[in-house]
């Protein structure tokens, strides 16, 4: 896990961080301001984000986990984190923010669907209130605000929930 700077990204873990539910996640995510970073493929890139939404989650007690992912029609992965949730169970998120800047109401924390030889999904956290992928499924193709384009059918993911 190298950010493209060269150097490893560091997880800092919270010993006594954990598990929230799922309505602390999504404050926790309201609050939170990675996903308002510019992304910029060649100083900030998803690996940036998820080492940042990781450390920001451990340091307010709330246990997060560090995700790759692997596609299928990609040679480039994508990282994410994960929590899992007291009510919900495992939820992924990806906040990776946008090449152009946000406005006050916009927002870049997305639940991410994830399933092995599927489609990756991601849905804003104000238009979904579930993990399941079956949910992304059920509403994809009805073009719903807050869903956002896919980046690749996805081959598998390795959750790292301690550095």
């Known amino acids: 896990m190298y950010k493209i700077s060269g150097s490893p990204a560091i997880l800092i873990d919270n010993p006594s961080a954990r598990d929230p539910t799922w309505e602390e996640l999504m404050q926790f995510l309201k609050e939170d301001d990675t996903d308002r970073i510019l992304y910029q493929l060649d100083s900030f890139n998803c690996i940036d984000f998820a080492e940042r939404l990781h450390n920001n989650a451990e340091s307010r007690g709330i246990r997060a986990a560090y995700v790759s992912v692997s596609f299928h029609d990609r040679q480039n992965g994508h990282a994410i984190n994960a929590f899992e949730t007291a009510d919900k169970g495992l939820v992924f998120v990806d906040c990776t923010g946008a090449e152009n800047p946000l406005g006050e109401l916009d927002s870049n924390d997305k639940i991410a669907y994830i399933s092995p030889d599927k489609e990756y999904g ?8 579930t993990p399941a992928y079956e949910f992304y499924e059920q509403r994809k193709d009805k073009r719903l605000k807050g869903f956002f384009k896919s980046i690749g059918t996805v081959k598998g993911t390795r959750i790292f929930w301690e550095m």
């Open 122 to 129: 991601s849905v804003s956290i104000y238009y979904t209130d």
